[in-house]
């Protein structure tokens, strides 16, 4: 939605393993936000960069979790040593003024 | 106690019913509120922003009662595509604008 993407869409792996998710946001806005959706949950907030920084990680679970953003443009999310409580989707909120309501259309990652 | 409880549905309806969603948040510093959409495996999308006054956008009207930390969605003459998930969101965690708390959604089911 209104030109974040997300890739893969789709993410399959195997537990143990490591992953990388990309959010690439609509070009020039500064503020990104990951959120993780659990099945029948709401999505929940995982890190804010504002341009390149991290300006609130408060929302990682642990240190398996880290995120990147060192252009101020495109970010990763990125999981080490992967478990099946990290099945989910993964959506990127990025944005400027009235712009950051709009989420990508998500990565769905299952951990088997 | 959870930041944003909703109705915990599913809600079940005929086409033209009136159905009323409720939500309260616990945090008394929330500055912005919000309805989102969200469709089966889909990204959640913004439905309307919510305001003191109440504010109304066709069949649906969103009211805010800051008093007693509740929001609530209208909609009236529900349509076969109005079936969603609907998702209230509030923010205002350390002020970042787009660090958004969602409750876990209530599910509509318009049936002819």
């Known amino acids: 939605g209104a030109g974040v993407s997300q890739t893969p869409s789709n993410k399959v792996t195997e537990k143990g393993k490591y992953v990388e998710l990309r959010c690439d946001p609509i070009?020039?806005?500064?503020?990104l936000y990951w959120y993780r959706q659990s099945l029948g949950q709401g999505p929940e907030f995982l890190i804010y960069f504002q341009g390149t920084g991290a300006a609130d990680d408060s929302g990682l679970p642990n240190d398996r979790f880290f995120a990147v953003r060192p252009e101020g443009s495109v970010s990763t999310l990125k999981i080490q040593r992967t478990e099946r409580g990290d099945s989910a989707v993964y959506l990127c909120?990025?944005?400027?003024?009235?712009?950051?309501?709009?989420f990508g259309p998500g990565t769905r990652l299952t951990v088997t | 106690r959870k930041e944003v409880e909703q109705d915990p549905g599913p809600f079940n309806v005929p086409e033209g019913a009136t159905v009323a969603f409720n939500c309260t948040y616990s945090?008394?510093?929330?500055?912005?509120f919000f309805w989102y959409r969200q469709d089966c495996r889909k990204e959640p999308k913004l439905l309307m922003s919510v305001y003191s006054s109440g504010n109304e956008d066709g069949r649906f009207t969103a009211q805010l009662n800051r008093a007693s930390q509740y929001i609530s969605l209208l909609i009236r003459d529900s349509k076969l595509s109005d079936s969603a998930t609907y998702l209230c969101?509030?923010?205002?965690?350390?002020?970042?604008?787009?660090?958004?708390?969602f409750g876990k959604g209530t599910k509509l089911s318009v049936k002819p």
């Open positions: 070009s020039g806005h500064t503020a």
């Open positions: 945090n008394s510093a929330s500055q912005s």
């Open positions: 969101v509030v923010n205002g965690r350390g002020g970042s604008q787009g660090n958004l708390i």
């Open positions: 909120n990025g944005g400027q003024g009235g712009s950051w309501q709009y």
